[in-house]
């Protein structure tokens, strides 16, 4: 019972966190005189990834190798479909012209980079496919490259942060800051938690949990955070939260599971990783129909009416 106390007690944690998180990083990042978009790229992206990666730890040191695959897959496809698009519904979502020519493209090579990496049944002709540790130490020397080449570019003048954001002091940021990754990270777990506990009950898969409740439970941060950013209008937060998620999700999550322990990938799983490069592919398409650089509150909803559908596929499949 106090399982699924918590589990409810997770959404305010998560919601109000969310809203900390937000405004403290906004307001350090505007006396730092970063721009918006670098803020969700860093700051933002990883604190709403902390929930993937200590669930992802736990996973592959239980042996759990199922649940951490469907975490991160299915995390980067909700990242992109389910909260992008509610994100989107609640406010257009307009973007700069480099993250549409550079993060989005960075993080498309990501899902089809982890696709070649996993699929070695394919190209070598194997009986089975695995994200080794020499993988792993591959994807995690990507995570550095993109960490350097965000850094970089935040150290470009002229690109300051909205006008609109507010300003704190930076011991209140910082509390701010750390309270919202608190909130964030301890509710994400108390959800995850009761919705396994939930799902265990109907005699679910590890591989249908992990893409499903697990995925979703975990993204409720960037879900919570991108549509907080929205509301707000503060658009470059709320799209470089995914992006950037989804970047930290396959370069260091799954770097560093993979080097703890080989990650195991079977022909179901080669499906998901297509569908995971399929909702990075459509975001960068949609970039250019309509209203360039923008995704439209239509295109939100379509967004949302797709992952619907491919969830209703996965539960009646796996």
Same mark, same amino acid.
């Given at each position: 019972?106090? %399982?699924?106390?918590?589990? $409810?007690?997770?959404?305010?944690?998560?919601?109000?966190?969310?809203?900390?998180? $937000?405004?403290?990083?906004?307001?350090?990042?505007?006396?730092?005189?970063?721009?918006?978009?670098? *803020?969700?790229?860093?700051?933002?992206?990883?604190?709403?990834?902390?929930?993937?990666?200590?669930?992802?730890?736990?996973?592959?040191?239980?042996?759990?190798?199922?649940?951490?695959?469907?975490?991160?897959?299915?995390? #980067?496809?909700?990242?992109?479909?389910?909260?992008?698009?509610?994100?989107?519904?609640?406010?257009?979502?307009?973007?700069?012209?480099?993250?549409?020519?550079?993060?989005?493209?960075?993080?498309? &090579?990501?899902?089809?980079?982890?696709?070649?990496?996993? #699929?070695?049944?394919?190209?070598?002709? /194997?009986?089975?496919?695995?994200?080794?540790?020499?993988?792993?130490?591959?994807?995690?020397?990507?995570?550095?490259?993109?960490?350097?080449?965000?850094?970089?570019?935040?150290?470009?003048?002229?690109?300051?942060?909205?006008?609109? *954001?507010?300003?704190?002091?930076?011991?209140?940021? *910082?509390?701010?800051?750390?309270?919202?990754?608190?909130?964030?990270?301890?509710?994400?777990?108390?959800?995850?938690?009761?919705?396994?506990? *939930?799902?265990?009950?109907?005699?679910?898969?590890?591989? &249908?949990?992990?893409? %499903?409740?697990?995925?979703?439970?975990?993204? &409720?941060?960037?879900?919570? %955070?991108?549509? %907080?950013?929205?509301?707000?209008?503060?658009?470059?937060?709320?799209?470089? #939260? /995914? $992006?950037?998620?989804?970047?930290?999700?396959?370069?260091?999550?799954?770097?560093?599971?993979?080097?703890?322990?080989?990650?195991?990938?079977?022909?179901?799983?080669?499906?998901?990783?297509?569908?995971?490069?399929?909702?990075?592919?459509? &975001?960068?398409? /949609?970039?250019?129909?309509?209203?360039?650089?923008? /995704?439209?509150?239509?295109?939100?909803?379509?967004? $949302?009416?797709?992952?619907?559908?491919?969830?209703?596929?996965?539960?009646?499949?796996?």
């Amino acid at each position: 019972m106090l %399982t699924y106390i918590l589990f $409810v007690i997770g959404f305010a944690l998560l919601i109000k966190g969310a809203d900390l998180l $937000v405004d403290g990083a906004s307001s350090i990042g505007k006396k730092l005189n970063i721009s918006a978009i670098m *803020i969700g790229l860093t700051i933002v992206a990883f604190g709403t990834s902390m929930p993937e990666l200590i669930v992802n730890l736990f996973a592959v040191a239980g042996g759990n190798t199922d649940i951490a695959i469907g975490n991160i897959l299915g995390s #980067n496809i909700a990242n992109v479909l389910l909260i992008l698009g509610v994100s989107a519904i609640i406010y257009p979502l307009a973007t700069k012209e480099n993250t549409v020519w550079k993060e989005i493209p960075l993080s498309l &090579l990501a899902a089809i980079l982890l696709g070649v990496m996993a #699929n070695d049944m394919l190209i070598d002709g /194997v009986g089975f496919s695995e994200l080794t540790r020499i993988d792993g130490i591959v994807l995690l020397a990507f995570f550095i490259i993109f960490m350097y080449y965000t850094f970089m570019i935040a150290r470009v003048k002229g690109e300051a942060s909205d006008s609109d *954001i507010k300003q704190f002091s930076n011991l209140k940021s *910082i509390l701010y800051i750390i309270s919202g990754l608190a909130g964030l990270t301890i509710g994400g777990k108390w959800i995850v938690d009761g919705a396994v506990k *939930i799902a265990e009950l109907f005699n679910m898969s590890q591989s &249908l949990i992990g893409l %499903t409740i697990v995925a979703v439970g975990t993204s &409720l941060p960037e879900l919570a %955070t991108s549509a %907080t950013a929205a509301y707000k209008k503060q658009t470059d937060i709320a799209i470089g #939260n /995914v $992006v950037g998620s989804n970047m930290f999700n396959i370069f260091f999550i799954l770097g560093i599971s993979a080097v703890i322990h080989p990650l195991p990938f079977d022909t179901d799983s080669f499906g998901d990783i297509l569908m995971t490069v399929f909702a990075s592919l459509i &975001l960068f398409a /949609v970039m250019f129909i309509g209203k360039r650089h923008t /995704v439209k509150r239509w295109q939100g909803a379509l967004f $949302v009416m797709i992952y619907i559908g491919y969830i209703v596929y996965l539960v009646n499949t796996k």
